[in-house]
Every structure is written in structure tokens, then in C-alpha cells.
């Protein structure tokens, strides 16, 4: 157990809507990421926060936003959602910027 | 740009023998950290070692070592006595900025 903790687990939506991830990250750790995984395009890094700031963007599409809490927990918002976002999300988190990032057990969305 | 390569085809490992998962990279960063993550059939993604680009020794923990040689840019892991439990897909990752990982190496070990 890596002490990061995604929810939910698991979710099934439709074409068009829109959907919110959650993520908490291990007990002292200031900075969060996000990742998609898929057969296709691999594990592509999405977007990066530090206390509460956005740090780095990556391969994140315009529907796809995110925001860091004051409590340091996180959420990425899915919108519009198309078959080929199905993916398995991880959300990881470090102590410190550039420091090891421990995974979450990831959320698998599928988009029918 | 980073970029990190892993080409090896997929594994049969015998149980309590050592495998080891190639990994290149390519970067013009001097500073920049190396990564190797497992991924089993559960879907998590598990931090296993880590190697500095400054770091004099090669990185060991329990049973995973990191072969670092960095004039040929490579970060080989060696899983020595594998375990049924290894089973599972391996990713390099390299951290230069943001972290970049390669497609990955599937391992099975058989008894």
C-alpha cells in the first residue's frame, strides 16, 4: 500500500459526460500528479500540482481539468467524454518537487 | 525530450533464477533520476528503485539492483532469485523535469 488512495475504484459512464476522480495523496506529501494509462499511448503524464499550485502540464486534453485542494487532496474532471478516454487513471504524489512518486491504485474508467 | 526505451519481448522467467529488463534513455539533462516501477496484473504501479545520474554506486534493494551505466545510457534492473510473485509488467522511468516512462517489459515467472 503506497498510502495514496484514489477513488473510485472503478467507473462506467457514457459518451458525453462528465466525470470527477478523486485523489488523496500520502500523509505529508506536497506535490500530486496525474496519469493516463492506455493499451495505445501508454502511461502518459496528464498534469502536476504542488501545495495547492498548478507545476507542469502535460499531455492533458482542454476537456480534462484539475485542481489541487487546500487540504491537499485532488480531483480530475472528465468532460465530454469519448470512447477513447477509457483508461485506467493514476494519481501519484511526492514529498517534494522532483522527489520518488508513489502511485494509487489507479481508477479504470470506461466510456461506453 | 526525453526518451526512454524498453524493447525486450515478453519473459518466461524460471522461478529462483535473476532476469534482467533493459532500459535506455536518451536525454541532454546532466541531472536526472532513473525509475523502475512494476506494474502486476492488479493494475497498481509499485516504486521499486531508484538511481541519481550523480550517484557513484549502483542502487540496491533486497532483491531488485540497478545496473547504471551511464556513458551507454542504460538502467538495466536485475531481479535476482525471482519469485511467482514478480509476474508482472515493468516500467523505466526517467524523471529529468517531468517524469517520462518507457512502454514496458512483461515478465512471467514460471515454476
Known amino acids: 500500500d503506497s498510502g495514496v488512495t484514489q477513488t473510485p475504484k472503478h467507473l462506467i459512464t457514457a459518451t458525453g459526460q462528465r466525470v470527477t476522480l478523486r485523489c488523496s495523496p500520502r500523509?505529508?506529501?506536497?506535490?500530486v500528479y496525474w496519469y493516463q494509462q492506455s493499451l495505445d499511448q501508454g502511461l502518459q503524464f496528464l498534469i502536476q500540482y504542488y501545495n495547492g499550485e498548478e507545476r507542469a502540464k502535460g499531455n492533458i486534453l482542454e476537456r480534462f481539468s484539475a485542481q489541487q485542494f487546500p487540504d491537499l487532496h485532488s480531483e480530475l474532471n472528465l468532460s465530454s467524454l469519448e470512447l477513447g478516454d477509457s483508461a485506467l487513471y493514476f494519481c501519484?504524489?511526492?514529498?517534494?518537487?522532483?522527489?520518488?512518486?508513489?502511485f494509487g491504485p489507479g481508477t479504470r474508467l470506461l466510456v461506453l | 525530450a526525453q526518451k526512454i526505451t524498453q524493447t525486450q519481448p515478453g519473459m518466461f522467467v524460471q522461478e529462483k533464477e535473476a532476469v534482467t529488463l533493459d532500459c535506455t534513455y536518451d536525454t541532454s539533462d546532466p541531472s536526472y533520476g532513473l525509475f523502475w516501477y512494476k506494474q502486476p496484473s492488479s493494475g497498481e504501479m509499485i516504486f521499486l528503485i531508484y538511481q541519481g545520474s550523480y550517484d557513484q554506486q549502483n542502487a540496491t534493494e533486497g532483491r531488485y539492483s540497478l545496473n547504471f551505466q551511464k556513458a551507454r545510457k542504460s538502467a538495466n534492473l536485475v531481479i535476482s532469485a525471482s519469485q511467482l510473485g514478480d509476474s508482472a509488467m515493468y516500467f523505466c522511468?526517467?524523471?529529468?523535469?517531468?517524469?517520462?516512462f518507457g512502454k514496458g517489459n512483461q515478465v512471467v515467472v514460471i515454476p
Open positions: 501519484a504524489s511526492s514529498e517534494d518537487l522532483g522527489e520518488t512518486q508513489y
Open positions: 522511468a526517467m524523471r529529468a523535469g517531468r517524469l517520462a
Open positions: 500523509s505529508g506529501d506536497l506535490s
